[in-house]
């Protein structure tokens, strides 16, 4: 076994392990918060599943590691667990990229015709769950670092593909260019889809609301559970935070309940006014 597969010594004694190829992508701690914690640089069990919904939890974990590092000592066959529903038509991709640092995908069904937003690895674990869902009609992709697979998914499902004008050299075979530079300068794609310029964390980087409740926000901001707010990252801005923090303040005047994020976990269902304060004290923060 090559060294860097071993199971890392720090995961709790047991069955279920994390080798030492993780890359802190910190995924795994978000579908198993508790279960799967940080330690140094990287993630690792902190107790051993126990009851079915923990184990669950370690099944999406393991099913969702860009590396695959998460395994079990007796080989245990992995069950089918994504798409997993998060919210209603909105579902977790799961089988993360690692050419997207771990990033986080998501399916959402539509009368139509169904999107995903950034992309998974192309796997059958999802093509087929995919093609009995309907199917993919569009691919929206929030910026350069989380197209990954998107070309294969288009290829397979013939989906158009949008991506900002500014990004638009990572994904070369995207056919609908999205503009605008600020929040201002909004794209209607129709049947309650928006695309919202957002430059900050990349020149293209752009957010994508649904039907002016779910907010789809690549890595221009994200959700922190522990303590119940929204947050961003500047060790992670590729282009420029003063232009992040002025797209995020643009973007409180638009209207959403939850988010989902690429880097990071999704937040809880909350009422609009409560997430506009919760994005405007980030904003006061960066």
């Known amino acids: 076994m090559r060294d860097d597969a071993a199971r890392n010594p720090e995961s709790a004694e047991g069955d279920w392990f994390i080798d030492k190829r993780c890359i802190n992508c910190a995924a795994a701690r978000h579908v198993a918060p508790g279960l799967i914690v940080q330690r140094g640089d990287h993630s690792v069990f902190d107790r051993q599943p126990d009851t079915p919904e923990e184990v669950h939890q370690a099944w999406l974990a393991a099913e969702l590691c860009p590396t695959r590092s998460i395994r079990t000592e007796s080989h245990l066959s992995a069950p089918r667990v994504y ?49 009995s869902m309907g199917g993919i009609k569009s691919i929206l992709l929030s910026h350069r670092d989380d197209v990954a697979d998107a070309e294969k998914w288009a290829k397979h499902f013939g989906a158009e593909t949008f991506i900002h004008g500014n990004d638009r050299d990572a994904a070369p075979f995207a056919n609908h260019i999205l503009g605008g530079e600020s929040p201002d300068e909004p794209t209607d794609l129709g049947s309650g889809v928006t695309a919202i310029p957002v430059p900050g964390h990349t020149k293209g980087s752009v957010v994508y609301l649904v039907d002016d409740a779910y907010l789809f926000t690549g890595d221009s901001l ?27 303040t643009g973007l409180a005047r ?33």
Not at 111 to 129: M, W, Y
Not at 232 to 241: I, T
Not at 255 to 271: A, D, I, R, T
């Open 83 to 131: 798409p997993h529903k998060l919210a209603e038509g909105t579902f977790l991709c799961g089988h993360n990229h690692r050419s997207s640092f771990g990033a986080h995908s998501y399916f959402v069904i539509r009368a139509d015709g169904n999107l995903l937003i950034d992309s998974p690895q192309f796997t059958r674990k999802l093509v087929e769950p995919f093609e």
């Open 222 to 248: 994200t959700w922190d559970y522990e303590r119940d707010r929204m947050r961003a990252f500047q060790d992670a801005c590729w282009y420029s935070w003063s232009e992040q923090k002025a797209s995020l």
């Open 254 to 286: 638009y209207e959403f309940n939850q988010l989902f994020s690429g880097h990071g976990p999704w937040s809880p269902w909350k009422k609009r006014d409560q997430m506009r304060t919760l994005l405007l004290e980030l904003t006061t923060r960066m």
